[in-house]
């Protein structure tokens, strides 16, 4: 089913079926390859390209990556609702569109990276690409049922990306999120992915509640982990950089293993700290 499309300049619903211009002031979406467009965006200095292509160079071999898809799947199935309709904000390369797909009747998936959504189409999902900024959605108001962003927020103007995802949000909806932890971790790797921060419960709870979205639960990724990441950093420093992004295969299988572990285990528990937040809130 494809979203109702509004002009982010000027809130007029837009109609077409390849290319759809807004009659005020001119706003424009074009359909290519499957993926609606709107060519007015710019690329962030929050996730460049160089940050895009160091996500994509890790994502499909890093240990850390998998057991967190699953978790977060897990937590999508209990806590939105399934049916409706659905909108990821940040899909990347749509690892978890094919999951969408089994748990609502429609999704829309939003990126900025032209070639991430590339990347997206390959994956045989029935989602809906459009490449757009998350703080300026081309989406009309009050339309989804589910919302989800994985490791985005941290990247954009959270006043901008919070608030157009309540806007197009029904009465109701869920959304399902995710941002690094705890700023005492922060170090190389948070300036080569862009991030402007990280995050704890209370600043994220403090940013949704302005935003229209009411905090309904919460835990933590990477809990078993979480004392030797933070002594990696806190005492290697820049020394850490190789040991975390390209870990020799043996050392990798075995901290992947501790990651599945903690997620088979204690999915459904409230785990108190870890390297990454996820949380699950309501639209007020």
């Not at 899909?91 to 939003?110: I, K, M, N, P, Y």
């Not at 709870?205 to 990477?222: C, D, F, N, P, V």
């Not at 809990?223 to 990441?229: H, I, R, V, Y």
Request: with cysteine; proline share 4%; net charge positive.
């Amino acid at each position: 089913m494809t979203p109702r499309f509004s002009c982010p300049l000027c809130r007029v619903e837009l109609i077409g079926e390849t290319n759809i211009n807004c009659p005020r002031c001119g706003f424009a979406l074009h359909r290519e390859d499957g993926i609606w467009r709107d060519d007015s965006v710019a690329t962030p200095t929050g996730f460049d390209t160089a940050a895009r292509e160091h996500l994509h160079g890790i994502e499909e071999k890093h240990f850390w990556f998998a057991p967190r898809d699953r978790l977060l799947r897990e937590i999508a199935q209990r806590e939105l609702p399934a049916g409706g309709a659905a909108l990821e904000l940040g899909c990347g390369s749509g690892r978890l569109l094919r999951a969408w797909d089994a748990q609502f009747s429609s999704c829309t998936a939003l990126e900025l990276h032209a070639q991430s959504l590339f990347e997206a189409g390959g994956r045989g999902s029935n989602a809906m690409l459009v490449q757009a900024d998350v703080g300026r959605l081309p989406l009309a108001d009050d339309q989804f049922d589910a919302l989800m962003a994985f490791d985005v927020l941290e990247h954009a103007d959270p006043v901008a990306m919070l608030g157009e995802a309540r806007r197009v949000a029904r009465r109701g909806a869920r959304l399902l999120l995710s941002v690094p932890a705890y700023q005492s971790l922060w170090s190389y790797a948070d300036e080569l992915a862009g991030h402007r921060c990280r995050y704890d419960r209370a600043l994220l709870a403090r940013e949704l509640r302005a935003s229209g979205w009411r905090l309904r639960g919460h835990t933590h990724y990477q809990f078993a982990l979480f004392p030797l990441l933070w002594l990696s950093r806190r005492l290697l420093g820049a020394r850490a950089r190789r040991a975390e992004r390209e870990p020799a295969a043996f050392v990798a299988a075995i901290l992947g293993r501790i990651n599945a572990m903690e997620v088979r285990l204690f999915s459904r528990w409230r785990l108190p700290f870890g390297s990454s937040l996820i949380v699950w809130a309501e639209a007020a």
